[in-house]
């Protein structure tokens, strides 16, 4: 089992940069691929970025992430990192951490495990 805890969340202009964290308590942290999705109120959660399990080597970006967005795990300190630049105002929604056991998924329904949420608000 894991708790997850993101942190990093705010308030920024469009072009700007934020720097999510997520940290992670429990057995076995580099047995799970990490996940970050988003959520805009009314709307379904959807997939943002993923770093594979172990060392990270397999990663995966949303279309809408891709160049913009880098994800990245640290598993000395169990934490996992979504660097955010030239952010939109399309990015704005509630960003949530997520944990799958030995596998690598890009839908919500995998992942077991989530954090309570951070808020971005990118304003225009």
């Known amino acids: 089992q894991v708790q997850l805890v993101e942190s990093g969340g705010g308030l920024v202009q469009a072009g700007g940069s934020l720097r999510l964290s997520c940290a992670a308590s429990?057995?076995?942290?580099?047995?799970?691929?990490m996940g970050w999705f988003r959520q805009v109120p009314g709307k379904e959660r959807n997939f943002v970025a993923a770093?594979?399990?172990?060392?990270?080597?397999?990663?995966n970006y949303a279309d809408s992430a891709k160049g913009r967005f880098t994800i990245s795990r640290d598993n000395a300190k169990n934490m996992v990192y979504l660097q955010m630049n030239s952010l939109k105002p399309e990015d704005t929604a509630v960003y949530y951490c997520?944990?799958?056991?030995?596998?690598?998924?890009?839908?919500?329904?995998?992942?077991?495990?989530w954090g309570q949420g951070t808020q971005v608000t990118v304003s225009s």
């Open positions: 997520a944990a799958d056991w030995l596998r690598f998924a890009v839908v919500p329904g995998s992942y077991r495990y």
């Open positions: 429990g057995d076995s942290f580099t047995s799970y691929t």
């Open positions: 770093i594979g399990w172990g060392g990270g080597t397999r990663i």
